[in-house]
T-cell receptor, first 116, second 120 residues
């Protein structure tokens, strides 16, 4: 069964510092991986996704993630944090259903705090 | 493009009453919609998958008679919480998959803004 693990429920960085949010996956088949961001009392917005091809994926708002099969990781990074990046971030894996179709399984989330 | 709306954005109801939440895809057709619930500071838990014109598929542990899902058209799905109790208070989020955007394999879902339900 596919699953994701997010290490660190809270991450705090200074404005302008590197952001690194960790995600490890477990999958018996090539995974489709996603990062979503959620602002308070809002739904989820897709930051980026990995399906096939290039392992370094660039997303919106300056975020990127690298798929590393050998490490079963899909960590999210941003070179320079901005105050507006403060939010909850979810890593997700697409789970193939036996009857066809698929669904997303989410990690437990990481709350990013950006300090002046 | 790919906008999903939910109505209402928040609702407060008395214990024992029923509440209906609507999820609409505004600018695309969605054969599949998903319903999630999210408790404070927790992740999203999938409740059910709703396919247009057919019965919803519920996740294990989700009471189908309590959480009624209807997906009557390609742009609308509804979740009705019947006989709501305080433990049903949560943030309910829907998402929709765009059949024209190759979502079948990549499962890119577009999320609504969520509905905050408080049961007194």
């Amino acid at each position: 069964a596919q699953s994701v693990t997010q290490l660190g429920s809270h991450v705090s960085v200074s404005e302008g510092a590197l952001v690194l949010l960790r995600c490890n996956y477990s999958s018996s088949v090539p995974p489709y991986l996603f990062w979503y961001v959620q602002y308070p009392n809002q739904g989820l917005q897709l930051l980026l996704k990995y399906t096939t091809g290039a392992t370094l994926v660039k997303g919106i708002n300056g975020f990127e993630a690298e798929f590393k099969k050998s490490e079963t990781s899909f960590h999210l990074t941003k070179p320079s944090a901005h105050m507006s990046d403060a939010a909850e971030y979810f890593c997700a894996v697409s789970v193939i259903l036996t009857g066809g179709g698929n669904k997303l399984t989410f990690g437990t989330g990481t709350q990013l705090k950006v300090e002046l | 493009g790919a906008v999903v709306s939910q109505h209402p954005s928040w609702v407060i109801c008395k214990s024992g009453t029923s509440v209906k939440i609507e999820c609409r895809s505004l600018d695309f057709q969605a054969t599949t919609m998903f319903w999630y619930r999210q408790f404070p500071k927790q992740s999203l838990m999938l409740m059910a998958t709703s396919n247009e014109g057919s019965k919803a598929t519920y996740e294990q542990g989700v009471e189908k008679d309590k959480f009624l899902i209807n997906h009557a058209s390609l742009t609308l799905s509804t979740l009705t919480v019947t006989s709501a109790h305080p433990e049903d208070s949560s943030f309910y989020i829907c998402s929709a998959r765009d059949i024209l955007a190759g979502g079948g394999l990549y499962n890119e879902q577009f999320f609504g803004p969520g509905t905050r339900l408080t049961v007194l």
